[in-house]
């Protein structure tokens, strides 16, 4: 992980540039250097994942062009030997390759990758800046304008707050050529719906869910796992148990006295022999970080940050106490297999609706939430749920087959790893959201905190503040007061609360927690 800025002229003010950009030195502490391109800047600060060396670090030149890029190219090494009949390459860095692609195929080049990126080119035979972001939206990139009217990007809103007035994310699958923003892939949308029978379905999820995670293990540093003991994490560690050469780390969280996830996640570690740490929180530990996380987030939403703090606390934890630097998570299953919620989708149109939508807004929140609580630990996260071959085929399989008509979420999942990969205890267990199953309690301490920082009276006051995204507990409140903090103005940088599809019977509730749910059921047991 790493923290990358691109000033596409003179800064307006050179101060503010330094101090916006420092804010991020912990995504990329092994190193920082700045170039002239332009007329503008490119920074970076490098956390050394791939070719660790000298040679490695950014920004990359050729000829008269540069670059910055955070991100992981995978496949790089088949792409450098074609190219090495041209170029010269003298690192590792799978990053090196980009400013070579780009000779070639121009802007082309980014539908071409196989990655998790956000990067700022300088053209220097066009004389022009360029930036790119994943389609998922994997690794962050913001922009804005300074005083001067020149357009600035950055790794997170905190290195923008001070220099533009209105800071506003990159979407993902699109470049910035010419002024404009331009989509060269909606991985979202769907072309041809795939009519397999279940069981290829299953056969194909399975395969392309292992080969997500095995391209992610390639790394120059040490690799661990997050493993909360619900389905997903689970699967990945399961995965890569199986493929790595000596015994993995995984590391999971929870409250001291009610942590539901603990024991499931001691149980998969046993079954795939993974060398297991638990670290157990308090609610002084988790009232203690709740500005942090916000400030860390630059969001307000309510679920996204109760989910952030247990995240935050065992990443902290894994930082302080080991030497491993990447860190793989079970985000984005959810959005594309269901959550508890889509169990009432009225028919398989509104559940294909639904996860369009949520896919293309997971940068606002689970990806977002894995990527601050990791990186700001100086850690890189990789996302196996988000390889762009296996999201693109679930998103595409016929909606009907993902409706939860099988009495189990997520059955096409789960069904796809039957035979030895987990415990049928795990494989079939029904879902907990990760805030309550790191405890039940510490939502709860938050909603006890929350209760008594505001009156009745306060409370309505204070909220008619806020015209968009009004808070509607006083929970949501405490949050965009302490957001409203260090990012003020800033709200539509998220796209509002992430809550359940209102307009679904059962689904009409005040908190987004999967417990307001009448189908929780099971979950969290």
């Known amino acids: 992980m790493c923290s990358i800025i691109g000033y596409c002229g003179r800064p307006a003010s050179e101060k503010a540039f330094w101090q916006g950009f420092g804010r991020t030195h912990s995504r990329g502490p092994d190193d920082t250097r700045v170039r002239a391109a332009g007329g503008g800047l490119l920074g970076f600060h490098r956390l050394a994942i791939m070719g660790p060396g000298e040679a490695g670090m950014q920004p990359f030149a050729l000829g008269k062009s540069a670059l910055v890029c955070n991100g992981e190219i995978y496949g790089f090494e088949a792409i450098k030997k074609q190219l090495e009949k041209k170029y010269t390459f003298v690192s590792g860095s799978d990053c090196e390759v980009l400013l070579p692609m780009y000779r070639e195929y121009g802007v082309d080049m980014f539908r071409m990758l196989d990655a998790e990126f956000a990067c700022v080119l300088y053209d220097g035979e066009a004389d022009e800046f360029i930036a790119a972001r ?292 795990i494989l079939w267990r029904e879902k907990a959201a990760f805030s309550d199953a790191v405890g039940h309690s510490m939502v709860d301490y938050l909603k006890e905190y929350a209760a008594g920082y505001y009156t009745d009276e306060e409370y309505e006051r204070l909220r008619k503040k806020y015209a968009y995204a009004r808070p509607f507990t006083k929970e949501s409140l405490l949050y965009r007061e302490i957001f409203e903090r260090y990012y003020p103005g800033q709200s539509e940088m998220i796209a509002g609360f992430w809550m359940p599809n209102k307009a679904w019977e059962g689904c009409d509730v005040n908190d987004p927690s999967a417990r307001a749910l009448k189908n929780y059921g099971a979950s969290g047991v």
Not at 179 to 203: K, L, W
Not at 243 to 270: C, H, N, P, W
């Open 134 to 425: 994943d389609p998922i939206g994997i690794r962050p990139l913001y922009y804005g304008r300074d005083a001067g009217n020149t357009m600035v990007f950055a790794s997170e809103p905190k290195n923008l707050v001070g220099i533009a007035d209105r800071i506003r994310p990159f979407p993902p699958g699109h470049y910035y050529k010419g002024g404009r923003f331009v989509c060269y892939r909606d991985i979202a949308q769907v072309n041809a719906v795939c009519t397999d029978p279940v069981e290829a379905v299953c056969q194909n999820i399975r395969q392309k869910l292992i080969a997500g995670v095995e391209k992610r293990l390639a790394a120059d540093a040490k690799v661990g796992f997050l493993l909360s003991g619900g389905l997903d994490s689970s699967l990945v560690c399961a995965i890569a148990a199986q493929k790595a050469k000596t015994s993995i780390r995984t590391f999971a969280v929870g409250m001291s006295g009610d942590a539901i996830d603990l024991k499931y996640a001691r149980q998969v570690a046993e079954y795939i022999h993974s060398e297991h740490t638990e670290v157990i929180i308090t609610k002084e530990d988790v009232l203690a970080a709740l500005e942090p996380v916000v400030e860390l987030l630059g969001s307000f939403d309510i679920t996204t940050i109760r989910a952030s703090i247990g995240m935050y606390l065992v990443c902290k934890a894994i930082r302080r106490r080991t030497d491993i630097r990447v860190l793989l998570t079970g985000e984005i299953s959810d959005e594309l297999f269901g959550y508890k919620y889509t169990d009432f989708a009225p028919d398989a149109a509104a559940f294909q609706q639904e996860a369009q939508k949520r896919v293309r807004e997971l940068h606002m929140y689970d990806v977002l939430r894995a990527d601050r609580c990791i990186s700001v630990n100086s850690l890189e996260a990789r996302v196996p749920f988000g390889d762009l071959d296996f999201v693109e085929y679930v998103m595409a399989i016929d909606p009907e087959k993902k409706l939860n008509r099988y009495g189990k979420g997520k059955y096409l999942l789960r069904k796809a790893f039957e035979g030895g990969y987990l415990p049928d205890g």
